[in-house]
């Protein structure tokens, strides 16, 4: 709607448009002041610029570790701790040239420098399940991270190969080292407990094979302590599984604990009435037992290797059957075979054996010694002429296991032995339970011999030929004796008619008894007078004429 006045028209231009405003006017102030805007970025830039001096003088040494996977790892996560406290962070992870292992870079702390040296071990903390137990469990929640623990030397090193398991000693704990040598591993596993009279002293902290494959060398670390009660004449033995025995005392158990019977264990004691000797040093070596007989045994010194040929079955003998001389073991045996001998056109079953002559005792062990390697040999042969033989004896009625007894037979038959010879071979004599069977088998033979059919033959001609005798004695013999009998009846009771008491024989006895008393006393009569007048025989008597 139109203003009333109607429009108003600028006479300059002619139009109807309204003139442009004006331009603004600037003016600048005296001086040169910065605007406060451009001081937060500056204040921005210094501070960063200050936590990266901070951090770069914070930043300890770097170093490589490697894995032989990177399980539970990650870069910029996973912590590098010691005792549970952080001393750097994984940076990178990657894999080597030869894609066998894994290379973690790990950035340490400035305070963490001094674990970048030669010594320092590491290894991944996660949950794991040992012969120590249950370890890791934390890292469930919080995550892998890298455990450490310091070298104690001051040679710097920036290349690690990490461990697979965590270490069972780690460098700040106090006790001993100590080296043991055996023949086998059996079920020891690092971790596995040490025990002293029945006591947790310390553990195994590594094994490894020998060289030439013979045996295993155990490390075992005793922690202080305990590690004074190790001398240098403590015995150790493998306390692994249940030790059960039956013997004349009946059944033994001897086991160190239920931890030992799962997962092994080792135990060491000085020998029953003998001192442990000194503290013995660190890395001692000491030889490793089967069992704690084994380690308490004297040492055995070198073997006499001797061959035995049986012939008979050896089914229940086995290697490491004990050679036994009247119940004391002498040695094991080492190899069964069999062997044909050209000569019987037979078969001997030779069992090779290790004998170990020092176990005789004091005496026999300080003879052979005194006289040289060939004493031994030369003091063997002589014992053989005495009649020293091998025998194969049943070591168990339950299980028939066999083992070889060594034992003086004097009515065996001579033999002699070339104690140069090696092996050594040493007569046999067959045991008494062969003998049984060869005397069994002898009168089987005998039994063999013997015409039983013939015999048979002759009973039954025999038989018959009673049968006919009865049957004659019955027709013929038995009437006339049943006579015989009749009249012999008849005899006996006029015999003891003639016996009775009133029976006029009898009166007729006694009559006659009467008067024969009478007329003996007369006589005695007679005699007494004689005796005091002989001279009555002469004059007669008294008052009689001439």
Known sequence: MNSPQGPQHDPDTGGGHPPPPPDPVITSKAGWLPSLVWLVPLIAALIGIG????????RGPEITIKFRNAEGLEPGKTQ??????EIGTVKTI???KDLAQVLVNVQLKKEAEDFAVKGSRFWVVRPRVGASGVSGLGTLLSGAYIGV??????????EFTGLETPPAVTADQKGTQYVLRGDSLGSIDIGSPVYYRRVQVGQVVGFSLDKDGTGVTIHVFVNAPYDQYVGTNSRWWQASGVDLRLDSSGFKLNTQSLATVILGGIAFQAPPGQSGGATAPNNETFRLGSDEADAMREPDGQPIQVVMNFNQSLRGLAIGAPVDFRGIVLGEVTNIGIDYDPATKNFTMPVTMNVY???????FRETIESQGETARREILARLVQHGLRGQLRTGNLLTSQLYV????????AQVKIDP???PIELPTVPNSLDELQLQVADIARKLDKVPFDQIGSNLNSALANADKLFKQLDTQVAPEARDTLSAAKQTFSTAEATLQQDSPLQSDVRQALKELTRTLQSLNTLADYLERHPESLLKGKPGDKP
């Open 80 to 85: 590098v701790k010691y005792k549970d406290v």
């Open 94 to 96: 990657k894999l080597s």
């Open 420 to 422: 140069t010879h090696l």
């Open 149 to 158: 623990d310091a070298g104690r030397t001051q040679d710097t090193e920036t």
């Open 405 to 412: 007894a060594l034992d003086f037979f004097p009515k065996a």
């Open 51 to 58: 936590l990266v001096v901070k951090s770069v003088r914070e």
């Open 357 to 363: 002559p020092e176990r005789l005792g004091r005496r």
